[in-house]
């Protein structure tokens, strides 16, 4: 089936050190997104990319990074450059256009 | 820049009940707009979708919701609740032409009794 998988599921991570959570897509599509997600603020976008090799900031991108080398892989780096990055990270693809987004499980980001 | 409100933080209904959960938006132009449900811990379920045409759009497990654009509204609507519905359901909105970039409300959590 097709879909989309985030790794891991949950993350744990050390003051002032960078980790990358993974996203995979086999449904063909062209566009994906980073979202982070708090309780009570609904979803923010963190990154976007429309297109292999371009990627754009969304509202939240400061202490993020995010490479698009390949169509169906889009990680993302959480920085120590980040001072809060407790919360639940959702990434998610679309075709593009007006069309929806498909949103993989997530992944649980915490600091020990 | 567009906004989407959710004005109810949680609702409450009984197993059977109608529901409608109010979405509105604040848009220069022509939005499209969605309706996602998520349960806890998971990933986002698109329920359904307007782009444009009639007004009243079914989705996915008997949910429906019906585009008023005098309103500036979007609300949610499913006439008897079952208690598997209970989840967090999100009104999104974009713009035609805008890269396929959503404004999510902050979401709606409901409650089913039985």
């Known amino acids: 089936d097709g879909g989309i998988t985030q790794s891991p599921k949950y993350l744990f991570r050390k003051e002032g050190q960078n980790v990358t959570l993974s996203c995979e897509q086999n449904?063909?599509?062209?566009?994906m997104y980073w979202y982070r997600q708090d309780p009570g603020q609904g979803l923010r976008l963190i990154y976007y990319?429309?297109?292999?090799?371009?990627?754009q900031k969304g509202d939240i991108a400061e202490g993020y990074s995010v490479s698009r080398e390949k169509k169906e892989s889009f990680p993302l780096t959480v920085t120590s450059a980040q001072k809060n990055p407790t919360a639940f990270y959702l990434c998610?693809?679309?075709?593009?256009?007006?069309?929806?987004?498909?949103f993989g499980d997530g992944t649980r980001l915490s600091i020990l | 820049a567009q906004s989407v409100t959710q004005p109810d933080i949680h609702i409450t209904v009984s197993e059977g009940a109608s529901l409608e959960l109010r979405c509105n938006y604040s848009?220069?132009?022509?939005?499209?707009l969605f309706w996602y449900v998520q349960s806890p811990g998971q990933g986002l379920q698109l329920l359904l979708k307007y782009f444009s045409g009639d007004t009243l759009v079914q989705g996915i497990k008997g949910f429906e919701a019906e585009f008023k654009r005098s309103q500036s509204s979007f609300n949610l609507r499913k006439p008897s609740v079952h208690w598997s519905d209970a989840a967090e359901y999100f009104c999104a909105v974009g713009l035609t032409g805008g890269g396929n970039k959503l404004t999510f409300g902050t979401g709606t959590q409901l409650k089913v009794e039985l």
């Open positions: 848009y220069g132009a022509t939005p499209y």
């Open positions: 449904l063909n599509h062209d566009a």
């Open positions: 998610a693809s679309s075709i593009g256009g007006d069309q929806p987004q498909h």
């Open positions: 990319s429309q297109i292999v090799n371009d990627f």
